[in-house]
């Protein structure tokens, strides 16, 4: 096969292959291709929203219409039988057939490798990294496995631990490098039980570098390795091994080496990542050669964006590769200009992986990215690669672990605090697919454990006491902190407010719209931690409520939850029973009051969607049941967070342990979604009780300034 | 105890069944109590529409708001577990707990007694009085043992069978009576497993009649089977027994049968149904002297309407009775004249039932019908008891069987064929409870049986002949048949067509929106057999559309399901190329052409409601497996149900039974269900076809008159 075949069979891929690929994901059920998503004539990507960006944020919609066109097909026999619930159809998509309907579709993808941080707060840093570069839609992620630093442990910084965290809680489909030189079979089970019971699924077997004083190894090649986990753990694993387009540097030949990679897919490899090169001819050659050799996996070229002359010296030691002299040419000059360098590395990679897509050899681009961020997505972006506007699945950040692909519906009470959420859910077998209701009284796990790396605040103890307050002198202190907050204002201090305990990120666009009214209830004492305004029947693809597939609505029920003082709570109660229309549950610190007229046993859907050729979706419940746990996590997290950033018996610390101890949690659903929510009036009759000494006048409405009042005149001013 | 007392509480009951009484119906989360049906001044009942009407048709939002009132409660401990799902809170109340809310909710009920008919045809009559009554809301109705007629037998007019029929397929929570008088212990255990295992849980445990030569029965007395029914399955069974005011003729006195009725009580009856009497006051005093003598279950008293001279003589020789002089003297004059008789007998009962409620000493009247309606329900509605308006549950007839009270969806196809659905999922252990999915391939049973009573046309031969004509010709007579039965019309013999093979009911009222358009189809030859337009957020308590609780909102998708012929089913697939938003399965008789573009694994809701503090509801789907089971009877009601009406070999059966074989059943369903359909459009494109040559030319719009115009302009000419 030469150069001129690959134009029509680009990747070499066996036509049985192809064609198992296309029967998944060419075809969404209104006609929507992934080919929509246009190649541009410089071998970019226009980014475009699209449903079938989906398969890079999980594996739901795009596989499971079985005999598929967009013309209807006689119904053949049954390919693939699905084992899950109807309403998202979530199934776990292995990695090895995301590659391949990736392929088919001709849309190329981007992975990234990282490999695991010496410290703690690295690893807390790595994961906010993660976080952020899931946004672009990365294909899957690796983490490198350091056998000097107990990779298979349960430190912070072990492989695996970065590995699983990966996966669970930034959510992204994660492969963990594992290697064998020096390791013994039971070493190697070992790992990979570990690995299984994590939920990882993905293993880039290596032989890894030999150790010179180390044991002989069980597995004196990786091919030995990959043969060892399909005969132990059949197709459970999708496995991944090294190419070298320049020949393994230990390698007796160019030639030796292909032979070895042959072995290694005959093995069971599911695909092959290069090691890096830099010229495209490089991977060109070498794909061709596989090719010719029988070899017909994916191939995908791996590219290390250069990012400083040291860091390009080391890697190229360390990989005995050759830079070639244009190269060297260029870098030389610039070697103390690290922004130079920098630059000329985005160049760089752009151009060969533009060259490599524009001659559709390459199926998708890893990057090698040292662990950081900058260029990556400066390459990412300029080849269009990056997802601009990634159309959710869910309401909420999907989980790809098969573990968790077929949860379709979250308590509402976790929605700013997900690591939580799945830390607390991680023993769960099974989850609910649908109904809630299916699964009473799930057993939620503790949640002690504030300072696991996942869950504990982003910022140091100092940045959090610039935005809360070196001391709080009093309730309102801790009232502002809510307000500026909500509004993204700085306090008094002039630093901006980002974070509250309850949420560590910023405000998320949905509650931007009613960022002001809360904002407004803040400033007077009425706590909010949660809220969504009622939404009734907006296209899926809105920017702001939209998610699941294209052609459905979206529906929402407004939603409120915060914290008040005991004395309002006895007002609140007097004035919600002028409301049938909402459901509300108010609950104390200790749990003894406990007060709700919603049906104990039932969740309320307050997120749901109707979509083409399926049955309703309601991933978002405010449940009962789940609220008493939420409360203990909710009060919590004062202490936990707050409280204890001042020293013991300080007035601060009073301050905040005695709003945890006295004031009720309430959460409100309106359940009239389709009308203006009167949430909004019934706390303006709230705040109106203050100044009043009669529960009538209460009740009546107010004269006064209300929340709604001054939002509305804020509105006028900024329309004059 | 005296009388006075009783105006207190009136039913004499217990405090503590009060109690329990009271936590189970007496509000609805919304705050809509059961008192908002109002007594009027003369004791009847102001109609309204309620939904705690519901109770009356199944156990369905009136039983789960535990420790409810309309301001809320602190949550105590659990009273009663739920155990079934969420969304429609559905779950199985017994008989005796439906009494007792009743009484507490001061919302007084009838019930309803028949007796076993003698013929075949007779139990296809009963059958359809109890679906006439049913209308009404009995809270129960009860079916007498026959000792001498086999009543435990599996015939069609044994009174086991008539009352499995009267739960099941009329959807009234339903009692057998059982009579012990010659029975032996192995006799009552057979009768009673047999009713267990139909799902038969309310018994009625009389004595009965000694027979003069029979043998001695193993149960002397009433209280005997009572005794031996609570030992033998607990609390399974809801057990009624009979009171005699004016004491059983065959106790020594009085006062001896107060205490066997007090014996009956004690040994485990739920409620007491009085003997019929002529007076009320007769009842009350009855009443009063069981509650001196502690009985404290509820008391029904029996009423029968008086309805021919004969029938009276005949019912009070059995009973050995007095009649009244009074009435005595204004029935005799009367007696050939049935008419005046029967009116005369309307008026004394609702009067003394009227006198009755106003004591407030019945909680609901039992009617002795003799298996006639007219009198009944003239007496039913004179007292505002008949139910005028009545808000469904879900939109299609529950089932009270606990064996199906967690039922919460069903596929559209059966909608007008409930009967023929229940036959076929009589043998399934678990409803699928809110995702159709968690029941894959349910296993329908077969439907040869069409001669069984429930599920055999109501019409007999001759009749459905002069309807469907003694003789087919054409094609076009056959769709007429269709044509005539939408638009109300009589066919060319004047005979009005009421029903087709595939609905033996007259058009529902939702189907009446849209009857003139699928008129025109069907004149030209698209045979429609199941439709419903599309509906979005209408009212839950919408005369139509509506069902469920209160503050809902109701959404459906457009669905059509016709025949059509095969050259228009390839016009119709070219058609629906054009329309991503339509989900379309078409297929033949024997199941070789099937073709769809939905998830073949996947049901699609096309009605669903959006409730208060609850999940989101789908009761109806389109499923593409449960299609294929549809089908076989949706094709074989053709020559099952019109072909065989005609001799074999005859033309007419030629032509109906080429319709099965040769056209194609088509579902159609438009997921955009905001907008208006285009499943008009499509259809009106497919008659287009019908004149052209070639296919660009057929999926054009058409110039000619479509459906949509001819429907448009008749109404134009209404409007004008």
Same mark, same amino acid.
């Given at each position: 096969?030469?150069?001129?075949?690959?134009?029509?069979?680009?990747?070499?891929?066996?036509?049985?292959?192809?064609?198992?690929?296309?029967?998944?994901?060419?075809?969404?059920?209104?006609?929507?291709?992934?080919?929509?998503?246009?190649?541009? &004539?410089? /071998?970019?990507?226009?980014?475009?929203?699209?449903?079938?960006?989906?398969?890079?944020?999980?594996?739901?919609?795009?596989?499971?219409?079985?005999?598929?066109?967009?013309?209807?097909?006689?119904?053949?026999?049954?390919?693939?039988?699905?084992?899950?619930?109807?309403?998202?159809?979530?199934?776990?998509?292995?990695?090895?057939?995301?590659?391949?309907?990736?392929?088919?579709?001709?849309?190329?993808?981007?992975?990234?490798?990282?490999?695991?941080?010496?410290?703690? !707060?690295?690893?807390?840093?790595?994961?906010?990294?993660?976080?952020?570069?899931?946004?672009?839609?990365?294909?899957?992620?690796?983490?490198? %496995?350091?056998?000097? /630093?107990?990779?298979?442990?349960?430190?912070?910084?072990?492989?695996?631990?970065? #590995?699983?965290?990966?996966?669970?809680?930034? /959510?992204?489909?994660?492969?963990?490098?594992?290697?064998?030189?020096?390791?013994?079979?039971?070493?190697?089970?070992?790992?990979?039980?570990?690995?299984?019971?994590?939920?990882?699924?993905?293993?880039?077997?290596?032989?890894?570098?030999?150790?010179?004083?180390?044991?002989?190894?069980?597995?004196?090649?990786?091919?030995?390795?990959?043969?060892?986990?399909?005969?132990?753990?059949?197709?459970?694993?999708?496995?991944?091994?090294?190419?070298?387009?320049?020949?393994?540097?230990?390698?007796?030949?160019?030639?030796?080496?292909?032979?070895?990679?042959?072995?290694?897919?005959?093995?069971?490899?599911? +695909?092959?990542?290069?090691?890096? +090169?830099?010229?495209?001819?490089?991977?060109?050659?070498?794909?061709?050669?596989?090719?010719?050799?029988?070899?017909?996996?994916?191939?995908?070229?791996?590219?290390?964006? *250069?990012?400083?002359?040291?860091?390009?010296?080391?890697?190229?030691?360390?990989?005995? =590769?050759?830079?070639?002299?244009?190269?060297?040419?260029?870098?030389?000059?610039?070697?103390?200009?690290?922004?130079?360098?920098?630059?000329?590395?985005?160049?760089?990679? !752009?151009?060969?992986?533009?060259?490599?897509?524009?001659?559709?050899?390459?199926?998708?681009?890893? +990057?090698?990215?040292?662990?950081?961020?900058?260029?990556?997505?400066?390459?990412?972006?300029?080849?269009? =690669? %990056?997802?601009?506007?990634?159309?959710?699945?869910?309401?909420?950040?999907?989980?790809?672990?098969?573990?968790?692909?077929?949860?379709?519906?979250?308590?509402?009470?976790?929605?700013?605090?997900?690591?939580?959420?799945?830390?607390?859910?991680?023993?769960?077998?099974? +989850?609910?697919?649908?109904?809630?209701?299916?699964?009473?009284?799930?057993?939620?796990?503790?949640?002690?454990?504030?300072?696991?790396?996942?869950?504990?605040?982003?910022?140091?103890?100092?940045?959090?006491?610039?935005?809360?307050?070196?001391?709080?002198?009093?309730?309102?202190?801790?009232?502002?902190?809510?307000?500026?907050?909500?509004?993204?204002?700085?306090?008094?201090?002039?630093?901006?407010?980002?974070?509250?305990?309850?949420?560590?990120?910023?405000?998320?666009?949905?509650?931007?719209?009613?960022?002001?009214?809360?904002?407004?209830?803040?400033?007077?004492?009425?706590?909010? *931690?949660?809220?969504?305004?009622?939404?009734?029947?907006?296209?899926?693809?809105?920017?702001?409520?939209? %998610?699941?597939?294209?052609?459905?609505?979206?529906?929402?029920?407004?939603?409120?939850?915060?914290?008040?003082?005991?004395?309002?709570?006895?007002?609140?109660?007097?004035?919600?029973?002028?409301? &049938?229309?909402?459901?509300?549950? *108010?609950?104390?610190?200790?749990?003894?009051?406990?007060?709700?007229?919603?049906?104990?046993?039932?969740?309320?859907?307050?997120? %749901?969607?109707?979509?083409? /050729?399926?049955?309703?979706?309601?991933?978002?419940?405010?449940?009962?049941?789940?609220?008493?746990?939420?409360?203990?996590?909710?009060?919590?997290?004062?202490?936990?967070?707050?409280?204890?950033?001042?020293?013991?018996? &300080?007035?601060?610390?009073?301050? *905040?342990?005695?709003? #945890?101890?006295?004031?009720?949690?309430?959460?409100?659903?309106?359940?009239?979604?389709?009308?203006?929510?009167?949430?909004?009036?019934?706390?303006?009759?709230?705040?109106?009780?203050?100044?009043?000494?009669?529960?009538?006048?209460?009740?009546?409405?107010?004269?006064?300034?209300?929340?709604?009042?001054?939002?509305?005149?804020?509105?006028?001013?900024?329309?004059?």
């Amino acid at each position: 096969m030469g150069i001129e075949n690959t134009s029509e069979n680009p990747s070499g891929l066996d036509s049985s292959v192809k064609e198992k690929c296309c029967s998944i994901s060419q075809t969404e059920m209104n006609g929507i291709t992934n080919r929509e998503r246009g190649r541009n &004539s410089d /071998g970019s990507i226009s980014c475009t929203n699209m449903s079938s960006r989906n398969c890079s944020e999980s594996s739901i919609y795009c596989s499971d219409f079985e005999d598929g066109s967009d013309t209807g097909n006689s119904v053949g026999p049954c390919r693939r039988r699905r084992t899950s619930s109807c309403s998202t159809y979530q199934h776990y998509q292995p990695l090895s057939e995301k590659i391949l309907a990736r392929i088919e579709s001709g849309e190329p993808f981007f992975s990234l490798e990282f490999f695991p941080p010496r410290t703690r !707060s690295g690893a807390a840093n790595l994961l906010a990294r993660l976080d952020r570069m899931r946004q672009g839609g990365p294909l899957f992620c690796d983490i490198t %496995w350091h056998p000097a /630093g107990n990779p298979g442990g349960d430190s912070e910084t072990s492989s695996m631990t970065i #590995a699983w965290a990966s996966l669970n809680y930034s /959510g992204l489909d994660t492969m963990l490098h594992m290697t064998s030189a020096g390791a013994t079979v039971a070493d190697i089970d070992r790992h990979l039980a570990k690995a299984k019971n994590m939920g990882i699924r993905n293993i880039l077997a290596l032989r890894g570098d030999r150790l010179e004083d180390g044991n002989p190894s069980d597995f004196e090649y990786a091919t030995m390795l990959v043969k060892h986990i399909r005969k132990t753990y059949g197709d459970y694993f999708v496995i991944g091994v090294a190419g070298y387009p320049a020949g393994h540097p230990e390698a007796p030949s160019y030639d030796e080496d292909l032979k070895y990679l042959k072995e290694k897919v005959d093995a069971g490899a599911d +695909f092959i990542i290069t090691q890096l +090169f830099f010229k495209p001819e490089v991977f060109f050659k070498f794909v061709n050669d596989c090719r010719e050799i029988g070899i017909r996996v994916p191939i995908i070229p791996g590219v290390m964006p *250069i990012q400083s002359y040291d860091s390009l010296r080391h890697i190229v030691k360390l990989s005995k =590769l050759e830079v070639p002299q244009e190269i060297v040419e260029i870098v030389e000059p610039l070697k103390h200009n690290d922004e130079a360098i920098r630059n000329y590395g985005i160049h760089q990679a !752009s151009e060969m992986i533009k060259a490599m897509f524009q001659s559709g050899v390459a199926p998708g681009v890893h +990057f090698y990215t040292l662990n950081r961020e900058v260029a990556t997505i400066s390459i990412i972006k300029q080849l269009g =690669l %990056w997802n601009c506007q990634p159309q959710r699945t869910l309401p909420w950040k999907v989980v790809p672990s098969y573990r968790r692909c077929q949860e379709e519906i979250r308590p509402i009470f976790w929605s700013t605090r997900p690591n939580a959420y799945i830390h607390r859910t991680s023993h769960w077998d099974d +989850f609910p697919n649908g109904r809630w209701g299916s699964s009473e009284s799930p057993a939620f796990g503790d949640l002690r454990d504030y300072y696991l790396f996942y869950l504990k605040s982003k910022s140091t103890k100092e940045e959090l006491l610039e935005m809360w307050g070196h001391s709080i002198d009093s309730y309102q202190d801790v009232w502002d902190v809510f307000y500026h907050y909500l509004m993204g204002l700085p306090n008094k201090n002039g630093v901006k407010i980002t974070k509250i305990p309850w949420n560590d990120e910023e405000l998320c666009p949905e509650t931007t719209v009613i960022s002001d009214r809360l904002a407004c209830l803040n400033k007077r004492g009425i706590l909010t *931690i949660n809220s969504q305004p009622n939404v009734n029947g907006v296209d899926s693809t809105d920017p702001i409520h939209g %998610w699941g597939t294209q052609g459905g609505y979206i529906y929402k029920k407004a939603y409120l939850e915060f914290f008040v003082s005991a004395r309002r709570m006895q007002n609140l109660k007097e004035i919600l029973t002028q409301y &049938s229309q909402i459901n509300y549950h *108010i609950i104390n610190k200790n749990g003894r009051f406990n007060f709700t007229n919603a049906y104990r046993h039932c969740p309320i859907a307050v997120t %749901w969607g109707v979509f083409p /050729g399926r049955e309703i979706i309601q991933p978002t419940v405010v449940d009962p049941e789940s609220f008493l746990v939420w409360k203990d996590e909710a009060f919590g997290l004062w202490t936990e967070q707050w409280a204890k950033l001042y020293p013991e018996g &300080s007035k601060s610390r009073q301050i *905040i342990e005695s709003i #945890a101890n006295s004031y009720y949690l309430v959460n409100l659903v309106d359940n009239d979604f389709p009308k203006e929510t009167v949430l909004w009036e019934v706390l303006d009759k709230l705040l109106s009780c203050d100044d009043r000494n009669h529960e009538e006048e209460c009740l009546s409405t107010d004269e006064s300034l209300s929340c709604s009042d001054e939002v509305d005149s804020q509105l006028q001013r900024l329309s004059v």
